[in-house]
């Protein structure tokens, strides 16, 4: 062969195999050995002249076209290796599976099923806190965003939390839910719109503010300026089951019968743990005289505002619904804040515009379930829930009766002070400065119950009301403003920051975290 015919391309012959005429070329090997390869890197098999070897099995069980490592790999006579998967000719060896077991748990080796094993030394597999934001974005948060985070370390966390559920009817995305402990939680992603914030009444809201814009100027001193007070009490045979003169039941049952609401959002008993209270729509006076009597811990009533899960018992559209809602002054401060505004509240958007009526219970602290019912009375005084008929605060005792009306426990309501909500001590609205109707049991005797009328929407309803009722003029209004300034004083002595009726209604979380002592950027901290 000439110089000439070395340089030129060679052409395959006609009965060459396809795949090779094109894109075939030599590959030199060890000791000079040459095979086969196309572009993509597939052996081909050794040329005329090289031995193939063959893959072994190893004997794992799985077979050599299992691919999971346990045996030998094929050795060629190159001195390299093909893959156990395939044959000499680089052709997939048929694949077996193994049946997955049934009815069979993890085997973690003895741990936790979320319990991470074989960790490589050194390698640290915890997810990293929202404090890595600022090392993979440059993006500068905007002014006055305020995250669910920011909330939970100022307010739940800090153990400040009352219960009232205003952050969860104000969450437009539903990111907000309740957890396990009763208290708010995030169950989806925040959008940092600031709304939780804004409308806590132990976070973001002046709740002094809201008297004046609700109530006018005069609910900032003294026990306010209402319309017309009474001591009143219901001669009606279920009232024995009631609260004091069972006055609250009485108005939603008028209301309810004049069809002037759907239905009512009061407490019921749990039906998991006696005593417990939980939220419960009435929409029957049959229902309302049933769930009679009061309960000392919160239910988180506007948390429940979602009326999709009482739909069942509504028989008008959600969105035309109206209902009246029975709650603490904070709750009532809560859903007045709420109302004032026309965002969207997604899911509690219907039930937060039902509201046409409000309730509110005279109240200067309130308890947490475990603590009051399990510590202090089961555990410390060996007083079952199951023995308790009627639980009551009056005359700055705790008092709890039997199921005979007979009284078991007397005792200053002060020595239950490590049961109370510690958040209510900043409350400086004993008598629900915000509500259409005040009720409780201060200023009026035995077995009535002393009435507030402070706007146009309570007089309709006491005047419904008031036919089917034995009522004189409240008897002692100081009373009321004695414990109102009282509460007033220790809710002056409790906050850090100033109380001022006058300040714009909702308080920047940076202006709170300064007068707190609380983390400014928790998320940034990795709280």
Same mark, same amino acid.
């Given at each position: 062969?000439?110089?000439?015919?070395?340089?030129?391309?060679?052409?395959?012959?006609?009965?060459?195999a396809?795949?090779?005429?094109?894109?075939?070329?030599?590959?030199?090997?060890?000791?000079?050995?040459?095979?086969?390869?196309?572009?993509?890197?597939?052996?081909?098999?050794?040329?005329?002249?090289?031995?193939?070897?063959?893959?072994?099995?190893?004997?794992?069980?799985?077979?050599?076209?299992?691919?999971?490592?346990?045996?030998?790999?094929a050795?060629r006579?190159d001195?390299?290796?093909?893959?156990? @998967?395939?044959?000499?000719?680089g052709?997939?060896?048929?694949?077996?599976?193994?049946?997955?077991?049934?009815?069979?748990?993890?085997?973690v080796?003895?741990?936790? %099923?979320?319990?991470?094993? @074989?960790?490589?030394?050194?390698?640290?597999?915890?997810?990293?806190?929202?404090?890595?934001?600022?090392?993979?974005s440059?993006?500068?948060?905007?002014?006055?965003?305020?995250?669910?985070?920011?909330?939970?370390?100022?307010?739940i966390?800090?153990?400040?939390?009352i219960?009232?559920?205003?952050?969860?009817?104000?969450?437009?995305?539903?990111?907000?839910? /309740?957890g396990?402990?009763?208290?708010?939680?995030?169950?989806?992603?925040?959008?940092?719109?600031?709304?939780?914030?804004?409308?806590?009444?132990?976070?973001?809201?002046?709740?002094?503010?809201?008297?004046?814009?609700t109530?006018?100027?005069?609910?900032?001193?003294?026990?306010?300026? %209402?319309?017309?007070?009474f001591?009143?009490?219901?001669e009606?045979?279920?009232?024995?089951?009631?609260?004091?003169?069972?006055?609250?039941?009485?108005?939603?049952?008028?209301?309810?019968?004049?069809g002037?609401?759907?239905?009512?959002?009061?407490?019921?008993?749990?039906?998991?743990?006696?005593?417990?209270a939980?939220?419960?729509?009435?929409?029957? %006076?049959e229902?309302?005289i049933? @769930?009679?009597?009061?309960?000392y @811990?919160?239910t988180?009533?506007?948390?429940?505002?979602d009326?999709?899960?009482?739909?069942?018992?509504?028989?008008?559209?959600l969105?035309?619904?109206?209902?009246?809602?029975?709650?603490?002054?904070c709750? /009532?401060?809560?859903?007045?804040?709420?109302?004032?505004?026309e965002?969207?509240?997604?899911?509690?958007?219907?039930?937060?515009?039902?509201?046409?009526?409000?309730?509110?219970?005279?109240?200067?602290?309130?308890?947490?379930?475990?603590?009051?019912?399990?510590?202090?009375?089961?555990?410390?005084?060996?007083?079952?829930?199951?023995?308790i008929?009627?639980?009551d605060?009056?005359?700055?005792?705790?008092?709890?009766?039997?199921?005979?009306?007979?009284? /078991?426990?007397?005792?200053d309501?002060?020595?239950?002070?490590?049961?109370?909500?510690?958040?209510?001590?900043?409350c400086?609205?004993?008598?629900?400065?915000?509500?259409?109707?005040?009720?409780g049991?201060?200023?009026?005797?035995d077995?009535?119950s002393?009435?507030?009328?402070?706007?146009?929407?309570?007089?309709?309803?006491?005047?419904?009301?008031?036919?089917?009722?034995?009522?004189?003029?409240l008897?002692?209004?100081?009373?009321?403003?004695?414990?109102?300034?009282?509460?007033?004083?220790?809710a002056f002595?409790?906050?850090?920051?100033?109380?001022? %009726?006058?300040?714009?209604?909702?308080?920047?979380y940076?202006d709170?975290?300064?007068?707190?002592?609380?983390?400014?950027?928790?998320?940034?901290?990795?709280?």
């Amino acid at each position: 062969m000439t110089e000439r015919e070395r340089d030129e391309p060679q052409v395959a012959p006609a009965d060459a195999a396809p795949e090779l005429v094109e894109q075939s070329r030599p590959v030199e090997g060890p000791d000079d050995e040459r095979r086969l390869v196309t572009d993509g890197g597939r052996d081909t098999g050794p040329l005329p002249g090289v031995p193939a070897t063959d893959s072994a099995d190893d004997g794992c069980g799985c077979g050599d076209s299992c691919g999971c490592g346990g045996h030998d790999e094929a050795v060629r006579s190159d001195g390299g290796a093909t893959a156990s @998967n395939v044959d000499e000719h680089g052709k997939l060896k048929p694949v077996e599976f193994t049946e997955p077991a049934a009815g069979v748990s993890q085997d973690v080796e003895g741990g936790r %099923p979320d319990e991470r094993v @074989n960790v490589p030394e050194g390698v640290e597999l915890d997810t990293p806190g929202y404090g890595i934001r600022a090392e993979m974005s440059d993006i500068e948060e905007p002014d006055g965003k305020t995250w669910f985070m920011e909330l939970d370390e100022a307010v739940i966390q800090d153990d400040r939390c009352i219960q009232c559920g205003t952050c969860v009817a104000a969450c437009p995305s539903d990111s907000i839910g /309740i957890g396990d402990d009763d208290l708010p939680k995030l169950v989806k992603m925040c959008t940092g719109c600031s709304l939780c914030w804004d409308m806590c009444p132990r976070g973001g809201l002046r709740y002094e503010r809201q008297w004046k814009i609700t109530g006018g100027e005069d609910n900032v001193k003294g026990a306010g300026d %209402p319309i017309t007070e009474f001591s009143a009490k219901v001669e009606d045979d279920w009232r024995e089951n009631a609260q004091d003169g069972g006055l609250v039941t009485s108005v939603l049952c008028h209301l309810l019968e004049a069809g002037e609401i759907d239905g009512a959002l009061i407490a019921t008993e749990s039906d998991e743990e006696t005593w417990k209270a939980e939220s419960f729509l009435a929409t029957t %006076p049959e229902e309302c005289i049933e @769930n009679a009597g009061s309960f000392y @811990n919160q239910t988180l009533a506007l948390g429940n505002l979602d009326l999709s899960q009482w739909a069942h018992k509504l028989d008008v559209p959600l969105s035309e619904a109206s209902l009246a809602l029975v709650g603490t002054p904070c709750e /009532i401060e809560g859903i007045r804040a709420l109302q004032d505004f026309e965002w969207d509240y997604a899911a509690q958007e219907d039930g937060v515009r039902a509201i046409d009526y409000t309730i509110a219970l005279m109240c200067t602290k309130n308890f947490n379930y475990y603590s009051l019912i399990g510590e202090q009375l089961a555990e410390k005084r060996d007083i079952q829930p199951e023995d308790i008929g009627k639980l009551d605060v009056l005359d700055g005792e705790m008092r709890v009766y039997d199921h005979d009306g007979d009284p /078991i426990l007397v005792e200053d309501v002060e020595a239950f002070h490590d049961a109370a909500l510690k958040g209510c001590d900043e409350c400086a609205d004993f008598t629900g400065y915000c509500a259409d109707l005040t009720v409780g049991s201060v200023g009026s005797s035995d077995e009535y119950s002393s009435v507030i009328v402070r706007t146009e929407q309570g007089l309709r309803a006491w005047e419904l009301t008031e036919p089917d009722l034995d009522y004189h003029d409240l008897e002692d209004r100081s009373a009321i403003g004695g414990l109102q300034s009282w509460d007033k004083k220790k809710a002056f002595e409790s906050l850090q920051r100033p109380f001022d %009726p006058d300040a714009p209604r909702f308080i920047d979380y940076e202006d709170h975290a300064e007068q707190y002592g609380t983390e400014l950027h928790p998320h940034e901290a990795d709280h």
